[in-house]
Every structure is written in structure tokens, then in C-alpha cells.
């Protein structure tokens, strides 16, 4: 597979897009490998109030006004951990929340990092870094290097694709930057 290619995240919206289908990757200590291909993504730029670089940067959200392709990990609710790429040009903080994976490598381990059903490994942001053993230690990563990769995107096409009202927020609810495979049965949320 190819590696992330920052030149298509300069685009929030359609480098959400574009990630579905991408596969995330973490080699974990031992040589094991967790991943799962990207089934729904978010977009966040800054000049949207639901985004965290609304109010421009800060130590938290830094890494979003960073380089494309690169980890920005935050906790949410003070319990789960959220994995975002980093999106737009540098200096504009952006970025594409990925939702939810359709586990491909190491689900016998997910199971033991989870505890839930099949279908509930990596439906939700929490649930798959949870599932993928992501730590906010790699806040930051460049996404092309192990141990924690992006690869391939722009693989759906778009009569596989649906965009709607992103989920969990309270400002900017019903603008359609939502993005998942249709038919996928590992979406967070039909």
C-alpha cells in the first residue's frame, strides 16, 4: 500500500473523503500488528465552532496546525482517547477525526483490548483506539512512519460514500461533514 500523501489532506472536507478506505496500522511492541480500514471519518477546520483550533492554537490542539498527516490525539470526556489526521496546509489548524474501522489485522488482540462484540471493536473514535492500542504518546506522529501508519485513501467510490450531520457536537450540528461507507456495519452510527 501507498503511504498517507499529505498533498490530499489540504482540504479538510475532502480529505475526510478521501481517508475512507485508507488503512490505519500500529505495530506494537513484540512485532504485533493491530489495523483496520477506515469506514468513517469527520472533518474540523478552523474556522468551524466545533472545531478545537476555532479559538487558534494552543498546547492541546497544536499538532492541528502542524503538517498534514500527522497524529492529533486528544481525550475526550475525560475517558477516551480520539485520534484525528492532521488536515490543511501548515499553519491552518484542521483535521479529519476518524470515526470508526473495519478491523482488519490482530482482531484476536482487539478482543482482548476491548471486551465487546465484533462489530463493536472499532465503531466509535474511543473504541478504536482502544481497540488498536493507540496511546497518546504518539501525539504528533508523522503517520507515514511506524509505528503508527496511514496508508492508501481515495479507494471508495463516491456512490459507496454518505455524507451527513457530523455526531457528538453541539455548535455547527447540521452541516454535512460526516462521511462513511454506506454499507459498511462498522460505522459508529446509521
Known sequence: ??????????????????????????????????????????????????????????????AMFGPPGHAYIYLSYGIHLCLNVTAGPEGYGAGVLLRALEPVDGIDI??????????????????????LGISADLYGHDLRKPPLTVT?????????????PRIGISRAVDEPLRFHVTDSLFVSRR
Request: hydrophobic share 35%; proline share 10%; glycine share 12%.
Open 1 to 62: 500500500m501507498t503511504l498517507l500523501d499529505p498533498a490530499a489532506l489540504l482540504d479538510p472536507p475532502a480529505a475526510a473523503r478521501w481517508l475512507l478506505g485508507a488503512v490505519v496500522r500500529h505495530e506494537l511492541p513484540g512485532g504485533r500488528v493491530l489495523s483496520g480500514r477506515i469506514v468513517e471519518t469527520e472533518a474540523y477546520f478552523e474556522t468551524d465552532p466545533a472545531s478545537h483550533t476555532y479559538r487558534g492554537p494552543t498546547p492541546r490542539n497544536r
Open 110 to 131: 482487539m478482543r482482548e483490548l476491548r471486551g465487546r462484540p465484533d462489530r463493536e471493536l472499532t465503531s466509535g473514535p474511543g473504541r478504536l483506539t482502544q481497540a
Open 152 to 164: 492508501g485513501g481515495g479507494t471508495v467510490p463516491a456512490e459507496l460514500v454518505t455524507a451527513g
